[in-house]
Antibody, heavy 120, light 108 residues
């Protein structure tokens, strides 16, 4: 069974840092592109970042570019999101989502999300 | 950036009725990279349609997608109680991979 599980969320002060993790299982992780998507309380979905299977291509939303860094460790079947210089508006549930070639790189498998709260 | 605009914002219908949701792109999107998702309260989104018209695994044939270029449509032929949720379109054609703002489908 394909599964992705996020962790690492919590309460952090503005200007602080946090590292999210996403543990993958049930599929060949190194062959899959991955994404981070967030959802602020009561709001819609916002795409945050994309990383290719080999980490050779990484994209970011303008809202996080220069502050967030996406990486992966294929040996550990894990995806990461390093978040620095956090702002109030970064408060959201953060989801990791697989994007497979089979599904034309739509997001076919999602985790349950991890809540990040930025507040003093 | 490709902006996706969904309409209506809220759609009030009764079980058994037909729902038609629209997604309009600010520039042409390859239909290969247009998807639809369903999200229920407290849950992660679920992939419904990819490639504009292909149902994901396990999605009933009451759900259908169509469109090309800048205009895409999600149709639910006969609404069931479990279909009332928020629906998002999304494009993976060009980074940033944008979502529409969502259409809330509520029981009338």
């Amino acid at each position: 069974e394909v599964q992705v599980v996020e962790s690492g969320g919590g309460l952090v002060q503005p200007g602080g840092s946090l590292r999210l993790s996403c543990a993958a299982s049930g599929f060949t992780f190194s062959h899959s592109t991955m994404n981070w998507v967030r959802q602020a309380p009561g709001k819609g979905l916002e795409w945050v970042s994309y990383i290719s299977g080999s980490s050779s291509t990484i994209y970011y939303a303008d809202s996080v570019k220069g502050r967030f860094t996406t990486s992966r460790d294929n040996a550990k079947n894990s995806l990461y999101l390093q978040m620095n210089s956090l702002r109030d508006e970064d408060t959201a549930v953060y989801y990791c989502a697989r994007a497979e070639y089979t599904y034309n790189f739509s997001f076919d498998s999602w985790g349950q999300g991890t809540l990040v709260t930025v507040s003093s | 950036e490709i902006a996706l605009t969904q309409s209506p914002g809220t759609l009030s219908l009764s079980p058994g009725e037909r729902a038609t949701l629209s997604c309009r792109a600010s520039q042409s999107v390859s239909s290969r990279y247009l998807a639809w998702y369903q999200q229920k309260p407290g849950q992660a989104p679920r992939l419904l349609i990819y490639g504009a018209s292909t149902r994901a695994t396990g999605i009933p044939d009451r759900f259908s997608g169509s469109g090309s270029g800048t205009d895409f449509t999600l149709t639910i032929s006969r609404l069931e109680p479990g279909d009332f949720a928020v629906y998002y379109c999304q494009q993976s054609d060009t980074s940033p991979y944008t979502f529409g703002q969502g259409t809330k489908l509520e029981i009338k």
